[in-house]
């Protein structure tokens, strides 16, 4: 099986939008990156933001032509066409660009473009912020509908009292200014976050619809009409400054966004938790920590888990990192000969980009990991494929081809026993990206029922090539290598089995919901 996103770690805020980035890079990136990080403050001097952003752009277009697969990827014959739309309009928006907020979201809307979750920007300096403005409410989409979620309460008047010039909790949007809901988000919001036809991405992203970041390259509403107790009824925005730290708490809720602590725990009543919020490799941090002592935990009390009436695998806010992490909880509940006999659809056959910065990246990845405690097989295998992309690369070859050796079960394994008494329940959300969606592919193929919410997709582009542009204030993101033949099609999300419709965040309520799932599953 192919290990999928070996090398990264992951930005677990906003990992496919384009402000805080997709991915925190692998271990030989994060010195770099910090040599290169501009001091504090340095956005709040002034610049010449249409030179800047004609930089950036350059900079950001000669990376994607010099690294992506996609350039040589017969499958995908618009590439090239793709790369010079998305240059051309950044280059248009860079002839009028005089703001920070001109700069930054012509560069949001350059990768947006993409629609892929591994070509984006981040910004370098955190110390860069926004004005942010709103009208006193903000909405949520409630499957193809955005309700108002968020309402301001007037000043000296109860929460239950909402002003009568505010839509109230639980109105329908149907248009603002004459433009209509949906494609009023889509150019507000999905055209600067792309994706925006994964239901994903508008929980994430859509509650920003009526949050007003300076954006210069679209208006913000003036006059709205929502439905409110089956009437149609208008309303004039009066926007105003919103504190961001009061803005972030509201997303926070809106999205019912939450990452558990890192944790295996038995359960009251029986069964097992095991809460796995990041897979983050880089040794170090806190998931890596965490990880390593769920790992070490299940090891320890395998027998118990087996034996469970049922084991919840909580990947609630996981953007991804590396594989190896579960794939080690696989071997542990089910065991080497159960995996080997549920081979996945299709296979993970991967075309890596052999350019010369992507090589010598994945060489000096091979030397770090050589030097360090990570797994002699998961070593073994990065050093396999940087000698393979130094071949091609050699050679003048684009690709350096690692095939898939699942193979076929062996006869031990063909008569494996699945040693779980009871099911593996997946529970996922809206964050579920990068080799967390690996994890639920191959979790699922041997017996796993995903529960919960749908998760985020990926494209056929993967493993994160990160490149910090002319600026020093932001860090473009590209893809390293393709996948050929994957069961899961480009920017397809996993479905789950049982769908929860509560709060994603009570894990009192979930757990009930879980030991009220039908028998059959237990």
């Not at 002003?163 to 507000?188: F, H, M, N, Q, Y």
Request: hydrophobic fraction near 40%.
């Amino acid at each position: 099986m192919t290990c999928e996103t070996r090398l990264e770690g992951r930005a677990e805020n906003h990992r496919r939008t384009r402000r805080t980035g997709l991915s925190l890079g692998a271990l030989s990136l994060a010195g770099l990156i910090a040599m290169a990080l501009p001091a504090a403050g340095e956005t709040q001097k002034a610049r010449d933001w249409s030179a800047t952003l004609k930089g950036d752009v350059e900079a950001m277009v000669a990376f994607i032509m010099a690294d992506h697969p996609g350039v040589y990827d017969k499958k995908n014959p618009g590439f090239k066409a793709q790369v010079r739309a998305a240059r051309d309009l950044a280059l248009q928006r860079a002839e009028t660009a005089d703001s920070r907020e001109g700069w930054w979201f012509a560069m949001a809307g350059l990768a947006a473009s993409f629609n892929d979750g591994h070509v984006a920007v981040d910004m370098t300096d955190k110390s860069f912020a926004f004005s942010t403005e709103w009208p006193g409410f903000l909405t949520r989409y409630d499957g193809p509908d955005q309700i108002v979620a968020e309402v301001a309460t007037p000043p000296g008047e109860a929460a239950s009292s909402p002003s009568p010039a505010l839509p109230p909790l639980g109105a329908k949007l149907i248009a603002c200014d004459g433009v209509s809901a949906g494609t009023l988000a889509e150019a507000r919001i999905g055209a600067f976050e792309g994706l925006w036809f994964l239901p994903a991405q508008r929980i994430e992203e859509g509650p920003k619809l009526f949050i007003d970041y300076g954006n210069p390259w679209v208006k913000r509403p003036q006059n709205c009409r929502f439905e409110v107790a089956g009437k149609a009824r208008n309303y004039e925005l009066a926007w105003r400054p919103i504190a961001a730290e009061k803005i972030a708490k509201a997303l926070t809720r809106l999205r019912q966004d939450v990452r558990p602590p890192f944790a295996m725990r038995a359960l009251p009543g029986g069964g097992y938790w095991l809460s796995m919020s990041s897979f983050n490799g880089r040794e170090g941090s806190v998931p890596f920590k965490g990880l390593t002592r769920i790992i070490a935990k299940a090891r320890k009390e395998q027998d118990a888990l087996r034996a469970a009436p049922f084991v919840v695998l909580d990947v609630r806010g996981n953007g991804g990192g590396s594989s190896y992490w579960s794939e080690e909880i696989a071997r542990i509940l089910w065991g080497k000969d159960w995996i080997e006999a549920h081979p996945k659809p299709g296979n993970d056959t991967v075309d890596w980009r052999a350019s010369k910065g992507n090589t010598a990246l994945v060489v000096s990845y091979a030397k770090t990991f050589e030097k360090s405690d990570r797994p002699a097989k998961l070593t073994a295998e990065l050093e396999t494929i940087a000698a393979g992309m130094r071949q091609s690369l050699a050679a003048g070859k684009p690709f350096w081809r690692e095939k898939d050796e699942t193979g076929q079960p062996s006869g031990a394994a063909k008569a494996a026993k699945n040693p779980m008494a009871g099911p593996v329940y997946l529970l996922t959300n809206y964050r579920c990206a990068s080799s967390c969606l690996t994890s639920i592919d191959f979790w699922k193929a041997i017996g796993g029922i995903q529960i919960g919410r749908q998760t985020y997709a990926d494209s056929f582009y993967l493993e994160a090539h990160h490149e910090v542009l002319p600026s020093k204030l932001v860090r473009a993101t590209t893809p390293m290598k393709v996948y050929r033949d994957r069961a899961r099609g480009s920017n397809q999300p996993q479905l789950p089995a049982f769908v929860y419709k509560g709060d994603m965040t009570d894990d009192a309520a979930l757990l009930a919901w879980i030991r009220k799932l039908p028998a059959s599953t237990h």
